[in-house]
């Protein structure tokens, strides 16, 4: 498996912007197709955005299309979501994660909060 940790989370206002970042360590994150995920209070985990391990391809929920993009640093072994117009619904603890087959996500960083105030 692969260690992830996420970093980036913090408060801000509604139409604010944050970077995550998940660094990767223990593999090359080049063999992984990687993901975010959020989690927020009373709720269910729910699936953000996915981006191939090449980064060609990438997927988001729609509820954040348009606002947030995924990207990837293979070089660096680190992913990113960068959120721009942040909404009062996006605050959640926000998860990465690491698949080797493309479909089942088996490793999970910690997490790190994201919290947007109106």
């Known amino acids: 498996q692969v260690q992830l940790v996420e970093s980036g989370g913090g408060l801000v206002q509604a139409g604010g912007s944050l970077r995550l970042s998940c660094a990767a360590s223990g593999r090359t994150l080049s063999n992984f197709a990687m993901g975010w995920f959020r989690q927020a209070p009373g709720k269910e985990r729910e699936f953000v955005a996915a981006i191939s391990w090449s980064g060609v391809d990438t997927y988001y929920r729609d509820s954040v299309k348009g606002r947030f993009t995924i990207s990837r640093d293979n070089t660096r072994n680190t992913m990113y979501l960068q959120m721009n117009t942040l909404k009062p619904e996006d605050t959640a603890v926000y998860y990465c994660?690491?698949?080797?087959?493309?479909?089942?996500?088996?490793?999970w960083g910690q997490g790190t909060q994201v919290t947007v105030s109106s």
């Open positions: 994660a690491a698949s080797d087959d493309g479909s089942d996500f088996k490793s």
